[in-house]
């Protein structure tokens, strides 16, 4: 199945649900697991909450990872954004980039325990925040 093939995903909390799985997985810091990759889950946490937010509206849910791309498209709904929220866009490099060892985030800039941290606290103001809106 193709991007383009694929049913649109019309349920908020199916994505919602699927955006507490994502965070569950980010918090949890096993002994061998890659900051980046907890990143990348904390990333997906806030892209589908996001994503959830814009199907519960009815809006069309975009193919894309960049966080600003999808923060746009719910302040085009009328959707007043908190700033604490559009610190989701700083997630954005972490959809990709340390998970591939062969990208330039990967070789110039490992996750510090302090990005990791930031990146699972802005997630979480991420779902509660939509979480209380939809």
Not at 29 to 42: E, T, Y
Not at 122 to 134: F, G
Request: proline share 9%; with cysteine; aromatic share 4%.
């Amino acid at each position: 199945m193709t991007p383009t093939d694929r049913p649109p995903a019309v349920d908020p909390q199916a994505w919602l649900d699927h955006a507490r799985s994502n965070l569950v997985l980010a918090k949890n810091r096993i002994p061998g697991v890659r900051l980046g990759d907890l990143c990348f889950n904390a990333q997906q946490a806030a892209e589908k909450a996001l994503k959830g937010l814009l199907a519960s509206r009815k809006a069309d849910v975009p193919l894309t990872h960049d966080l600003s791309h999808v923060l746009a498209i719910i302040e085009e709904t009328g959707i007043a954004i908190p700033v604490h929220v559009l610190d989701a866009a700083r997630l954005s490099p972490y959809a990709v980039g340390p998970r591939h060892p062969e990208t330039e985030t990967a070789k110039d800039v490992p996750v510090s325990p302090t990005a990791y941290a930031m990146a699972v606290d802005i997630a979480e103001r991420v779902i509660e925040w939509v979480e209380s809106v939809i």
